[in-house]
């Protein structure tokens, strides 16, 4: 079974690395939680202020499948060392607009710049797997907004061609759509990638499933996770090797889930300026799973960004 689910998930984070609907509620999921539109999209973020003020400011983006519950940890762990942190739900995930094949589709990055727009000012950006390449893509297009990089196991999306990101978009919307429901209603199943996410078996047992079952749960999350693989941007790997801005990167010694080719592509794309650690415990979610190492280990970069 363990094999099997290994080979769900790789499936799953394949396509997400290569390749009625659902609208925002007004009501808060969360006591910090806030909402932005743009256009036919709302994203749902969460703002952590420090006391006094901010020594700067760090927008964070999560991973694929999850939403902003896995940033809690690291967010008040930057918080309570004196910076504002804004967390994020990508489109799609969490508490964001799912999108539906009768919009007009816009890129995660500039609907997630029109949220740090609205905001103001300059920013740390960062983000955990999936939403460390949309962490690149926004420091890439935007070098006068975001003055540093901290990066969670970063992954990037490949280039795929138009006709094969119609095809695949119209399949995986099924597949997605139907992994979700026998996923869903089988709480073992979500038990187990969480095993598998965070190579802890013990840590998985106490884990609450809702912080990711729930959003998940959300009419139109299967449809609009299968039009986002079709249409996300990949990383420009020339435009980052150009980037001029101090940066971080956590990976982490058993991670089972983040591709290690892409993430030693987008290391060496930083260069050899780039501050690295591996973290021994937590798999590919070791800033959940041990925030306050995660933050130990970034905050010197981070001091250090204008």
Same mark, same amino acid.
């Given at each position: 079974? @363990? @094999?099997?689910?290994?080979?769900?998930?790789?499936?799953?984070?394949?396509?997400?690395?290569?390749?009625?609907?659902?609208?925002?509620?007004?009501?808060? #999921?969360?006591?910090?939680?806030?909402?932005?539109?743009?256009?036919?999209?709302?994203?749902?973020?969460?703002?952590?202020k420090?006391?006094?003020?901010?020594?700067?400011?760090?927008?964070?983006?999560?991973?694929f499948?999850?939403?902003?519950?896995?940033?809690e940890?690291?967010?008040?762990?930057?918080?309570?060392?004196?910076?504002?942190?804004?967390?994020?739900?990508?489109?799609?995930?969490?508490?964001?607009?799912r999108?539906?094949k009768?919009?007009?589709?816009?890129?995660?990055?500039?609907?997630?710049?029109?949220?740090?727009?609205?905001?103001?000012?300059?920013?740390?950006?960062g983000?955990?797997?999936?939403?460390?390449?949309?962490?690149?893509?926004?420091?890439?297009?935007? #070098?006068?907004?975001?003055?540093?990089?901290?990066?969670?196991?970063?992954?990037?999306?490949?280039e795929?061609?138009?006709?094969?990101?119609?095809?695949s978009?119209?399949?995986?919307?099924?597949?997605?759509?139907?992994?979700l @429901?026998?996923?869903?209603?089988? #709480?073992?199943?979500?038990?187990?990638?969480?095993?598998?996410?965070?190579?802890?078996?013990?840590?998985?047992?106490?884990?609450?499933?809702?912080?990711?079952?729930?959003?998940?749960?959300?009419?139109?999350?299967?449809?609009?996770?299968?039009?986002?693989?079709?249409?996300?941007?990949?990383?420009?790997?020339?435009?980052?090797?150009?980037?001029?801005?101090?940066?971080?990167?956590?990976?982490?010694?058993?991670?089972?889930?983040?591709?290690?080719?892409?993430?030693?592509?987008?290391?060496?794309?930083?260069?050899?300026?780039?501050?690295?650690?591996?973290?021994?415990?937590?798999?590919?979610?070791?800033?959940?799973?041990?925030?306050?190492?995660?933050?130990?280990?970034?905050? #010197?970069?981070?001091?250090?960004?204008?």
């Amino acid at each position: 079974m @363990k @094999k099997a689910l290994s080979i769900l998930l790789a499936i799953i984070m394949a396509f997400s690395v290569a390749t009625v609907a659902f609208a925002a509620t007004n009501e808060k #999921p969360f006591e910090n939680s806030e909402f932005f539109t743009t256009g036919e999209y709302t994203l749902h973020y969460r703002t952590y202020k420090p006391e006094g003020i901010p020594k700067n400011r760090i927008l964070l983006v999560h991973g694929f499948c999850l939403s902003t519950a896995s940033l809690e940890g690291i967010a008040q762990e930057y918080m309570e060392a004196g910076y504002e942190v804004v967390t994020v739900d990508a489109p799609n995930f969490g508490y964001s607009s799912r999108e539906t094949k009768d919009m007009t589709l816009v890129d995660r990055e500039s609907l997630i710049y029109d949220l740090v727009e609205e905001l103001g000012g300059t920013w740390i950006v960062g983000g955990h797997s999936m939403g460390g390449g949309i962490a690149l893509n926004l420091a890439t297009d935007h #070098p006068e907004t975001f003055t540093g990089l901290v990066l969670f196991a970063p992954q990037s999306v490949a280039e795929m061609p138009d006709m094969v990101k119609s095809i695949s978009s119209t399949i995986m919307s099924a597949m997605y759509t139907l992994i979700l @429901k026998i996923a869903l209603k089988l #709480p073992f199943v979500v038990r187990m990638l969480v095993e598998m996410s965070f190579s802890d078996s013990e840590y998985a047992k106490e884990y609450d499933l809702s912080r990711i079952s729930a959003p998940l749960s959300l009419e139109g999350t299967g449809e609009g996770i299968a039009i986002m693989t079709s249409h996300a941007r990949p990383v420009d790997f020339q435009k980052v090797s150009e980037l001029n801005i101090p940066a971080v990167v956590i990976t982490a010694k058993e991670d089972k889930v983040a591709s290690a080719d892409n993430l030693a592509q987008i290391i060496d794309a930083l260069g050899e300026d780039t501050v690295t650690y591996e973290c021994e415990k937590g798999g590919h979610m070791m800033m959940e799973y041990n925030p306050q190492l995660v933050a130990e280990k970034t905050l #010197p970069t981070i001091a250090i960004c204008k």
